[in-house]
């Protein structure tokens, strides 16, 4: 299996995972993949009382052979759990901050 196609199993299995963590009762987590653009999504959706409630939770591209976490509003950083599930912190760029603060990082710039 080459890399990218690893890292599209990866990424998925974990949204799955994170999917799992249920947000209430009238709230549910699903996951959104898109592998012929490589883009993959967690959102919480649901209502809240009478607020209806469409919340992205992870977002996470793979462009150019790098995972971009775009998006992560959990307390269990997807980050932290893709490095476990074996990305390189060199192939993973954390979108979510500007390009001038990710060399501090510890993970790639681009």
Same mark, same amino acid.
């Given at each position: 299996m080459d890399t990218i196609s690893h890292y599209r199993q990866l990424v998925q299995h974990q949204l799955e995972e994170y999917a799992t963590y249920s947000a209430g009762s009238q709230i549910r987590d699903e996951v959104i993949f898109d592998s012929d653009r490589d883009r993959y999504m967690l959102v919480s959706m649901g209502w809240e009382?009478?607020?209806?409630?469409?919340q992205p939770i992870i977002r996470i591209d793979i462009i150019n052979d790098k995972v971009w976490v775009q998006? @992560?509003?959990? @307390?269990r950083s997807v980050t932290d759990a893709l490095v476990?599930?074996?990305?390189? %912190?060199? @192939?993973?760029?954390?979108?979510?901050?500007? %390009?001038?603060?990710?060399?501090?990082?510890?993970?790639a710039v681009s």
């Open positions: 009382g009478l607020k209806h409630i469409v998006e @992560d509003t959990t @307390d476990a599930a074996g990305i390189p %912190k060199q @192939d993973i760029v954390l979108g979510f901050h500007p %390009k001038h603060l990710r060399q501090h990082t510890g993970y």
